[in-house]
């Protein structure tokens, strides 16, 4: 399971913002190499409301599978970059010169980017992280 800190910022009848903060145990992680959570200070995560009691400042644990982490790894950025790389070969290969294979190439990674944008509620199913209090 990957796990981090975070306080409960926010509070309504639909969701839980929680902030997280980079840790120090961040650095004998695992994934530290491609964890957004290690790149910033801090972060914002919204995640749907739980049954359970919660209050605005209260300490709480999030927890993910390290599988749900890996798959947030390919969409985000093995994924991209085959797209980026095979454009590139293709177009540079049988059709233009290098300027404008590379310009194709990242504006192919437009519509990806688009798919996941209008997928985000699908993930938003998929990866769930669960809030565990009393820390």
Same mark, same amino acid.
Request: include cysteine.
């Given at each position: 399971? #990957?796990?981090?800190?975070?306080?409960? /910022?926010? =509070?309504?009848?639909?969701?839980?913002?929680?902030?997280? *903060?980079? @840790?120090?145990? %961040?650095?004998? %992680?695992?994934? &530290?190499?491609? %964890?957004? +959570?290690?790149? $910033?200070?801090? /972060? /914002?995560?919204?995640?749907?409301?739980?049954?359970?009691? =919660?209050?605005?400042? @209260?300490? +709480?644990?999030?927890?993910?599978?390290?599988?749900?982490?890996?798959?947030? #790894?390919?969409?985000?950025? !093995?994924?991209?970059? !085959?797209? =980026?790389?095979?454009?590139? +070969?293709?177009? $540079?290969? *049988?059709?233009?010169?290098?300027? #404008?294979?590379?310009?194709?190439?990242?504006?192919?990674?437009?519509? *990806?980017? =688009?798919?996941? *944008?209008? &997928?985000?509620?699908?993930? &938003?199913? &998929?990866?769930?992280?669960? #809030?565990?209090?009393? /820390?």
């Amino acid at each position: 399971m #990957i796990q981090h800190e975070g306080t409960i /910022i926010e =509070l309504n009848e639909a969701k839980v913002t929680i902030r997280l *903060y980079k @840790q120090s145990a %961040c650095a004998g %992680c695992h994934a &530290k190499g491609s %964890c957004s +959570v290690v790149d $910033q200070s801090e /972060i /914002i995560l919204d995640l749907p409301l739980p049954p359970e009691n =919660l209050h605005i400042g @209260q300490k +709480v644990l999030l927890e993910g599978s390290v599988s749900m982490g890996m798959q947030a #790894i390919v969409y985000a950025f !093995v994924i991209p970059l !085959v797209i =980026l790389i095979f454009t590139l +070969v293709i177009f $540079q290969h *049988y059709f233009f010169s290098e300027l #404008i294979s590379g310009a194709v190439s990242l504006l192919m990674l437009v519509p *990806y980017y =688009l798919v996941l *944008y209008l &997928k985000r509620d699908t993930l &938003k199913r &998929k990866f769930v992280f669960r #809030i565990k209090t009393g /820390i």
